[in-house]
Structures are given as C-alpha cells and as structure tokens.
C-alpha cells in the first residue's frame, strides 16, 4: 500500500544494544521526521530531513543518528539504546515545512530497552 | 517549557453531545495550527488545519477555532460518536519552523 510505514512495529533490546527503526514513504515527500511520544510529553521532535543528505535536529536528538541516502527512506538509528529511550516512534513525512501542510505519520514502532 | 498545551487531560461526554477540545499556545510566532487524533496503537492522524490568517474552519462534524489575541485554539466536534474516542492533539509550527510542536494531548471518552 502507498503511504508511509515503519518497521518493525515493536522491538526489545538490551541496554547498549545498537538497533535501526526503518521508515519508508511511497509519496516523495521532500520531508521526513521522527518523533518519539512518551506519556506526559506529547510528541517531540527528534530529527528531521528536508531532503536526501540534508538532516537537522529536533528537540531531544542526543543519543540518536539518522541518515537519507534515498527520498523514501529514513532510517533512525540508536547506537548505544538506553532504558530512557524506551518509547514509541514516530516517522512522519511532509510536503514542506515552509508551507503549510500537515504530516502525514506511520503506525509506530514501539521500542522497550531492557 | 512546553510551547503548546491542552487544559485537560480526559474528557468525557455523552454519545450525541457534541465535545470541545481546547488548546492554549504560548509562541506568539505561531501561524499554523493542526488537530490530530490519536487511537490506539495508531499513528496521528490528520484532522483539520487552521492557519493564523483566519478565526474559524470548519470540516466534516469537526470545527477548528483561533483566537490569537488569547494564543487559544479550540477543535469542536458535532454529534460525537463512539469511533471518535481517542486522544487528540493540537500542534503549531511558525513559518519559518521545520517540525510541528505538540501539546500533550486530550483524551475523549464517549459515554453511552
């Protein structure tokens, strides 16, 4: 189906563990983000793309890496999971942000660190 | 501090009532607004948008109020049904921002 999706959709891994959350849009949108939504915070923007090699910080981007090689895809990678990054993540595409469009975002990946 | 916030946590209303959501934001830069709605184990999910250039939009059972002289945004929804039980919340970007900015959300309960 076209849209955006996330893989896997939920995941467990140990404290120090390295591990990549997938994201892929089938829109083309020149935008993609991730969010993380733990309770009592909202979501919050970790890091975001304007486009392919072009990656920027959000709010909370310690302890995260993020890539683009391609459009449709961006990869969040944690390289040394924590217990505090245990949360649900969020990827999100957009048109623009210099405009006003809505993101459109996947299902989640729910990610417990133990 | 948070830039958006909601003044309740849990709404409860009755099914056919019709519900009001409200949002306060603090950035004063602020020029676009969105509601989402939230369900279970769900991504957000795109209700209606409301730039700063307006003080009403309406959609399908759904009205989105502006008033930025108080920095409040309010979303109304007509004839609340039990399909629009979930969490919804506003977010604001300014021009200029990448990233939308998200209160911390409001739940609705539809009572028989």
């Known amino acids: 189906d076209a849209g955006i999706t996330q893989s896997p959709r939920y995941k467990i891994t140990e404290t120090g563990r390295q591990v990549t959350l997938m994201c892929h849009q089938t829109?083309?949108?020149?935008?993609m983000f991730w969010y993380r939504q733990d309770l009592g915070h909202g979501l919050r923007l970790i890091y975001y793309?304007?486009?392919?090699?072009?990656?920027d910080k959000g709010e909370v981007p310690d302890g995260y890496v993020v890539s683009r090689s391609k459009t449709e895809n961006f990869p969040l990678t944690l390289e040394s999971a924590t217990r505090s990054q245990t949360s649900v993540y969020f990827c999100?595409?957009?048109?623009?942000?210099?405009?006003?469009?809505?993101?459109?975002f996947g299902q989640g990946t729910r990610l417990t660190v133990v | 501090g948070e830039s958006v916030g909601l003044h309740l946590p849990t709404l409860s209303v009755q099914e056919g009532d019709n519900s009001i959501i409200n949002c306060a934001y603090s950035n004063s830069a602020s020029d676009y607004f969105i509601w989402y709605k939230q369900e279970s184990g769900k991504g957000p999910q795109f209700i209606i948008d409301i730039r700063s250039n307006m003080d009403k939009r309406q959609g399908q059972r759904v009205t989105v109020l502006l008033n930025k002289t108080v920095k409040h945004l309010s979303l109304q929804i007509a004839a609340t049904q039990p399909g629009d039980s979930a969490v919804y919340f506003c977010?604001?970007?300014?021009?200029?921002?990448?990233?939308?900015?998200f209160g911390k959300g409001t739940h609705l309960i539809i009572q028989p």
């Open positions: 793309s304007a486009a392919a090699d072009i990656t």
């Open positions: 999100a595409s957009s048109p623009s942000t210099g405009g006003y469009t809505e993101a459109f």
């Open positions: 977010a604001e970007k300014s021009g200029g921002a990448d990233g939308l900015t």
């Open positions: 829109w083309s949108h020149s935008y």
